[in-house]
């Protein structure tokens, strides 16, 4: 039984030790690349984006102020009406109730020779012409939402079109949920077209842009105590070449982008704080450091993760915003 014992164990140590040789003769040399972009020149835009759905400005309920018999019913329902026309009547002479705004009768309640009561919802008027949507936006970033800004928005039934819109007002108390308050804000749908009630949308407010300026990827833009600076690459520098750090002042930035000041020209190649481990072949995974130490597992090919110093989108435009 020990002989076959010892047999056993020689052979696992001779097939072990094969093992680490042919993989050690196999394995290919790893090259540490380092990621560069360019700074680029264009527009920039700081967004805040939100998620919401369709409703009427104008949605009522009629309700009567008297108790009496109903006289006449002057309308039908899905009837169009306008402002001030008057809609059902009283027997003793009581004031009429009419229309708060123009738009369609979608409910009716009652009719004639109904006895109805004081507060009664007798019929529902929907102006469907004018409508909003309200998306809930995080209180870091309402500071920046001010009543009348230009809104871009999304319908998702149509995919292909976008409307305009204006922020119409701001809540002044907000929702507390998850360790997070939100706001509500409301905007007016410009031209509606065929817009539903209902439908749901995505909406964009630019809160600040700039036209012409210089940007890179936040990435690229690092903190050393309270000076920014970041990482020149010579232009045709070799593999592994020095960069010269270089101070910079900054604008505004979204959650891609930050606007340059001062500090670097158009062209520049500036090195961004994340290397690429790989074969030196450059065929299959590939690892990705970032300069805060955590690495990222990704194929050939993907895209390179993003970082961010605001929770505004946004993507620049003109020249470097292909």
Request: hydrophobic share 30%.
């Given at each position: 039984m020990k002989k076959w014992m010892m047999i056993g164990t020689v052979l696992v140590l001779v097939i072990g030790g094969s093992l680490w040789l042919f993989m050690k003769d196999n394995a290919k040399p790893v090259v540490a690349k380092t990621m560069t972009t360019t700074v680029e020149k264009g527009d920039l835009e700081v967004q805040i984006s939100g998620s919401g759905s369709v409703a009427a400005i104008n949605s009522e309920d009629l309700t009567s102020s008297v108790t009496d018999e109903v006289d006449e019913v002057l309308v039908k329902k899905n009837e169009l009406v306008e402002k001030g026309d008057e809609l059902i009547t009283f027997s003793n002479g009581s004031d009429p109730i009419t229309a708060p705004f123009d738009g369609t009768v979608t409910t009716l309640d009652v009719e004639e020779g109904d006895r109805v009561s004081s507060s009664e919802v007798?019929?529902?008027?929907?102006?469907?012409?004018?409508?909003?949507t309200t998306i809930s936006v995080d209180e870091l970033d309402v500071p920046s939402v001010k009543k009348g800004q230009t809104v871009e928005i999304k319908a998702s039934a149509f995919e292909d079109e976008t409307f305009t819109g204006q922020v119409t007002s701001v809540a002044k108390e907000g929702t507390y949920e998850n360790g997070v308050s939100?706001?509500?804000?409301?905007?007016?749908?410009?031209?509606?077209?065929?817009?539903?009630?209902g439908m749901s949308t995505e909406v964009s407010i630019v809160t600040n842009s700039v036209k012409d300026v210089l940007y890179v990827p936040i990435e690229a833009v690092q903190m050393d105590g309270e000076e920014k600076y970041v990482n020149i690459?010579?232009?045709?520098?070799?593999?592994?070449?020095?960069?010269?750090?270089s101070a910079v002042e900054t604008g505004i930035s979204n959650d891609r982008y930050i606007e340059i000041t001062s500090g670097l020209e158009e062209g520049q190649n500036v090195s961004l704080p994340i290397t690429i481990n790989e074969?030196?072949?450059?065929?299959?995974?590939?690892?990705?450091r970032g300069g805060q130490g955590g690495e990222f597992r990704m194929q050939s090919g993907s895209g390179m993760p993003s970082g961010g110093m605001s929770s505004g989108g946004g993507m620049p435009s003109g020249k470097g915003g292909q």
């Open positions: 007798v019929a529902h008027v929907t102006d469907y012409k004018k409508l909003k939100s706001f509500d804000v409301t905007i007016k749908i410009d031209k509606p077209g065929d817009i539903k009630i690459q010579q232009s045709g520098a070799t593999e592994g070449a020095a960069s010269t750090k074969s030196a072949t450059g065929s299959g995974g590939e690892g990705i």
